[in-house]
């Protein structure tokens, strides 16, 4: 059997992995913090170092210096020979390996002591001195002392070994040496297993990523569903985002859709209109009420058109910027006194309760259109006779609308239906509109986070607006600052121009 893989091949991948680890963020901070780490243990070391050193060597002359004066106090006024004789028996009380003396005459002949001849030293000084160990290998160490006069004739010098000062420091020296060697290799190896871990977090975002740009947008990226950190956080709202992303594209297919099928209907309609006026015309009057019907036809599928692109122009968030503090309860007051003479000529009755003094922020004619078009619709599908009621109250967390009727209702498994692009129920088929009132409806309300909802009113339907999401503090407006009520546009589906009694 052929083995998968070389080992030349093996590295080579061994190397690649590397070198993607070495290049990664994660690494390379980790390789900064062990580079100032390192720092960090070579000052603290250099400065431990020093202050030991001189500790030890202040130990070493505080003690020569102890020597030294219990030697002159115990030697003053002696002779010459009960000088070397005290010198003599002092190296026999005390560890020949501990001190080091050396008596001289003015010659610089050694007279007592365990050092060679040493020359004139007053003061302190640091003598080499060459030592032989236990298999015979000759040692240089340094002896450290003080000289002294005893006499005119006279001079002392004690001294101590540095020999075990020299082993500590180098001692030190290894121990922060090591343990610096020691802090950059597991700074360097957390950086890898770091690195590693990031690594894979992010090729499981660049996984997802070509997926979804290969087509698949139901792709997610992958989390542990814990949000405990900064990748799961970003995971969702990665995944919200292509929810969103997704959303839109199926919006999108499915206006295409809708506009193809409800567009055809209407220009194949105009245009057998046209194709009978150029064959059966019998007067230029046949040819100008030919014409005026298709410039109706014309003028309404230009009116689905732009109410097209206004549903997508809100849907963006374009109009968030122009955001100002309105007063609800005026644009509430306003929809009830435009829409009540409306509603008595269609032989319906509209009634209104408004609490004075609700403001938030928003754009007040998008609000003002969509209760045009909640109004609106409901004066043109429900039969005459059925009663009306427009309502604004503060709620427990903002002020809450509603827009109530008598009538049929809508079934309720079509009450999300209805704001989509061009859905019409079956009974409505046949009254003038397009299906998109409902549809900007739904795109002003969450363009300002209104919350919405539909619900049966016993009998009729009842729908409802939470602003609490839009009625965060607004201040007070000035006398005037908001201008004239405009008069409500005319909603999606009925005529472009300003609303008018008929």
Not at 132 to 147: A, C, I, K, S
Not at 150 to 167: A, K, N, Q, S, Y
Not at 305 to 333: C, H, K, M, T, Y
């Amino acid at each position: 059997m052929r083995p998968c893989s070389t080992p030349s091949a093996a590295l080579g991948t061994a190397s690649v992995i590397l070198a993607r680890l070495v290049r990664t963020a994660t690494f390379r901070l980790a390789a900064g913090f062990a580079a100032l780490f390192s720092v960090s243990i070579i000052v603290v070391s250099s400065i431990v170092y020093v202050a030991m050193t001189r500790y030890s060597d202040q130990q070493i002359d505080l003690s020569i210096s102890a020597e030294v004066k219990t030697v002159r106090d115990a030697l003053a006024g002696a002779s010459a020979p009960e000088i070397v004789k005290a010198i003599n028996d002092r190296l026999t009380d005390i560890d020949p390996d501990y001190f080091y003396y050396a008596l001289q005459d003015a010659d610089g002949g050694v007279l007592a002591g365990n050092l060679r001849p040493l020359p004139a030293v007053t003061g302190w000084a640091d003598i080499p001195l060459r030592t032989t160990d236990g298999d015979g290998n000759r040692q240089r160490h340094t002896v450290r002392g003080l000289g002294v006069d005893l006499t005119p004739e006279l001079r002392l010098f004690i001294g101590r070994d540095t020999h075990d000062l020299d082993e500590l420091q180098e001692g030190i020296t290894s121990f922060f040496l090591a343990g610096a060697a020691a802090t950059v290799l597991l700074a360097l190896a957390s950086g890898l297993v770091l690195s590693a871990r990031f690594l894979r977090r992010v090729e499981a975002v660049n996984v997802a990523a070509r997926h979804i740009m290969d087509g698949h947008l139901d792709e997610r990226v992958p989390s542990r569903g814990k949000g405990a950190d900064e990748f799961d956080r970003l995971a969702a709202n990665l995944n919200a985002m292509l929810d969103r992303i997704q959303q839109l594209m199926q919006g999108l297919h499915q206006v295409s859709s809708d506009i193809a099928h409800d567009l055809r209907t209407p220009l194949s309609h105009m245009r057998q209109r046209l194709e009978r006026a150029r064959l059966k015309a019998a007067s230029a009057a046949d040819y100008d009420a030919a014409v005026e019907r298709a410039v109706a036809d014309i003028d309404g599928i230009l009116g689905v058109f732009a109410a097209l692109l206004r549903i997508a122009q809100i849907e963006a968030g374009a109009r968030r910027e122009g955001f100002a503090p309105i007063d609800l309860s005026g644009v509430f007051d306003t929809i009830i006194d435009t829409y009540g003479p409306v509603a008595d000529d269609s032989g319906h009755r509209l009634t209104g309760t408004v609490a004075p003094g609700l403001r938030i922020r928003g754009d007040r004619q998008l609000l003002t259109q969509m209760l045009a078009n909640l109004v609106e619709n409901t004066i043109r599908h429900t039969p005459a006779g059925t009663g009306i009621t427009v309502s604004l109250a503060p709620g427990p967390d903002g002020p809450v609308g509603q827009v109530r009727d008598t009538g049929p209702g809508i079934p309720e498994a079509a009450r999300q239906k209805v704001f989509q692009r061009f859905f019409r129920l079956d009974a409505s088929r046949m009254t003038p509109g397009s299906g998109l009132g409902l549809s900007l409806v739904a795109a002003v309300a969450q363009l300002h986070e209104i919350r919405l909802a539909l619900a049966d009113n016993g009998p009729g339907l009842a729908v409802t607006l939470d602003f609490g999401e839009a009625a965060k503090p607004v201040p007070p407006a000035k006398p005037g600052a908001e201008g004239r009520r405009p008069r409500p546009a005319a909603g999606i589906g009925s005529s472009p121009a300003p609303l008018r009694r008929p």
